[in-house]
């Protein structure tokens, strides 16, 4: 079974940062694209930032330029750094592995708790 638990999360004003982090257990981490999604209130789901196996990465429009995902597959870790947050970046931020093209980008595993994200002043 696949473990996933992200921290990072919490309360931060518009402009600022936050670096969010994923742990992955039980997993074969590093043959896997993993990616950030996130939920806000009465919002779908959405894939925001994903990186490869080999490192390439993609982002939603809305969070290209500010966000930046990495991984250290030594660690079972991904990250986000997140940089001139808005009030439309709160939502709760999962991480998953991200499946192929084909399925819409949709998470392998389960999820896990996620981590809060708040941007309000």
């Known amino acids: 079974q696949v473990q996933l638990v992200e921290s990072g999360g919490g309360l931060v004003q518009p402009g600022g940062s936050l670096r969010l982090s994923c742990a992955a257990s039980g997993s074969a981490f590093i043959l896997y694209t993993m990616g950030w999604y996130r939920q806000a209130p009465g919002k779908q789901r959405e894939l925001v930032a994903a990186?490869?196996?080999?490192?390439?990465?993609n982002y939603a429009d809305s969070v290209k330029g500010r966000f930046t995902i990495s991984r250290d597959n030594a660690k079972s870790m991904v990250y986000l750094q997140m940089n001139s947050l808005k009030p439309e970046d709160t939502a709760v931020y999962y991480c998953?592995?991200?499946?192929?093209?084909?399925?819409?980008?949709?998470?392998?595993?389960?999820w896990g708790q996620g981590t809060q994200v708040t941007v309000s002043s």
């Open positions: 990186i490869t196996d080999g490192a390439s990465t």
């Open positions: 998953n592995a991200v499946g192929p093209q084909t399925t819409g980008w949709a998470p392998k595993w389960d």
